[in-house]
């Protein structure tokens, strides 16, 4: 499968965006969707995860209640609705995705797109 993100931009704290990442290739359906973040200096991280039918969602603590995660198969498409950005929500966010289940770690995931940049100022 091949993935692009897109939606990134440059918006101020308190602001909404979201993100999108198209799927191409092989069934969208079968793919457990995820996004990441990697801010300058720092580690990437799991953000939020999707299941293949859009049944159950995951998120770290600290975008929880504020960033949504959502996906339409119809479209090939994955989504990630954040509201309420704070300054600490700048990075460079990506797409991935890996057969079947949740996994927070990146190294699990075989498929990433190419990553759009957020930046959020004070």
């Known amino acids: 499968v091949q993935l692009q993100a897109y939606g990134g931009g440059l918006v101020q704290a308190g602001d909404s965006l979201r993100l999108s990442c198209a799927a191409s290739?092989?069934?969208?359906?079968?793919?457990?969707m995820a996004w990441f973040r990697q801010a300058p200096g720092k580690e990437r991280e799991f953000v939020a995860g999707i299941t293949r039918n859009g049944d159950s969602t995951d998120y770290t603590d600290s975008v929880k209640g504020r960033f949504t995660i959502s996906r339409d198969n119809a479209k090939n498409t994955v989504y990630l609705q954040m509201n309420s950005l704070k300054p600490e929500d700048t990075a460079v966010y990506y797409c991935a995705a890996r057969i079947i289940s949740y996994s927070a770690r990146g190294r699990d995931y075989p498929y990433w797109g190419q990553g759009t940049q957020v930046t959020v100022s004070s």
């Open positions: 290739g092989r069934s969208f359906s079968i793919y457990y």
